[in-house]
């Protein structure tokens, strides 16, 4: 007998530069755990609506391309907010404490003992947290598929420097919630 898990959510997202660079995101997210308020008609004393509040981890990897300098992959790791109306829709309130971010140049030289090399791979890494904030509805007749928007900003900090860049992502976006696990015996 097999017992079946909870399904995680899943999105895919356009995950722009200032909405000119162009980039994709992907990304889960684990509830850690959901408040469940419920409001109540005096008139009738019935609970008619409920509200949801949910903390959840969140989890993306992502890439976008800047044609004329360079290209770059992200992950992001943090503890976000969601909250749910009953008509389904979402405001969500972001922290990501853990972020990485690596850019790509295109053709890079270097001097190498007195001859002219392409250096591969050439770019820098940072260390990129960031907090985001955005909004999103869920669909009305399956509250398992929605789609979403939000602004995330992350502070590139490089190794060995005290001082942080910001980087303002736009995000564009759909989740949902089918990919199931089944739990092996």
Do not use: C
């Not at 009738?44 to 391309?65: C, D, P």
């Not at 992200?74 to 969601?82: A, I, V």
């Not at 995000?171 to 919630?177: L, R, S, V």
């Amino acid at each position: 007998m097999q017992a079946k898990r909870k399904p995680y959510p899943f999105k895919v997202s356009y995950y722009g530069n200032n909405l000119i660079n162009p980039g994709v995101r992907v990304g889960s997210e684990q509830r850690v755990f959901t408040i469940h308020k419920h409001r109540f008609n005096k008139r009738k004393n019935l609970s008619t609506k409920m509200v949801q509040k949910q903390f959840y981890l969140n989890g993306n990897a992502g890439m976008f391309i800047d044609p004329n300098s360079h290209w770059a992959l992200t992950t992001n790791l943090g503890l976000h907010f969601r909250h749910l109306s009953p008509m389904g829709h979402q405001f969500i309130l972001g922290a990501d404490p853990l972020g990485f971010y690596k850019s790509f140049l295109p053709k890079t030289y270097a001097l190498d003992d007195g001859e002219i090399r392409r250096k591969m791979m050439a770019g820098n890494m940072y260390y990129a947290p960031g907090f985001s904030i955005g909004y999103g509805k869920f669909k009305e007749f399956n509250k398992n598929t929605g789609w979403f928007t939000q602004l995330n900003v992350h502070f590139l900090q490089d190794y060995n420097t005290g001082y942080a860049m910001p980087l303002i992502m736009i995000e564009f976006g759909w989740q949902w919630k089918s990919l199931k696990m089944k739990k092996r015996e």
